[in-house]
């Protein structure tokens, strides 16, 4: 049986390729969409793309995705420093959850450096552009023995 799993990104994840560049890097995020779920091919694992910049839509897009998703990777921007809400939805839908982050959070401004949303996820990844993505992939199938 093949894994399913959600690829969700939070506020002005949709602007990547052109928003703050030196930041977060060219690529767009229909690429990393495409990048992400050519990579998930490889091991047999569906990946669905969602992006809102709406906090009460990526909460109703976890709670759908505990029905059908084996685990989930998570970009929520600059919700992963205030939303208790996210935190709440993601310790309810008893998937593991992968939190990612474009830029390295750590070595960025002060409020950026506290996740609300890391002690319920899996874990977190930060720093390494879009290829965090792959990282995140990779903790998920580690998390479930497929990697060796």
Known sequence: MSKKVLLLHGPNLNLLGTRE????????LDEINQRVASYARKFGVELRAEQSNHEGALIDILHVA???ADGAI????????????LRDAISGIHLPVVEIH???????????HKSLLAPVCLGQISGFGWRGYLLALDALLGSWGLLD
């Open 74 to 85: 998570f970009n929520p921007g600059a919700y992963t420093h205030t939303s208790i809400a």
């Open 21 to 28: 560049p030196e930041v977060y890097g060219k690529t767009t």
């Open 102 to 112: 474009l830029s390295n959070v750590h070595a960025r401004e002060e409020f950026r």
């Open 66 to 68: 505990r029905n059908w």
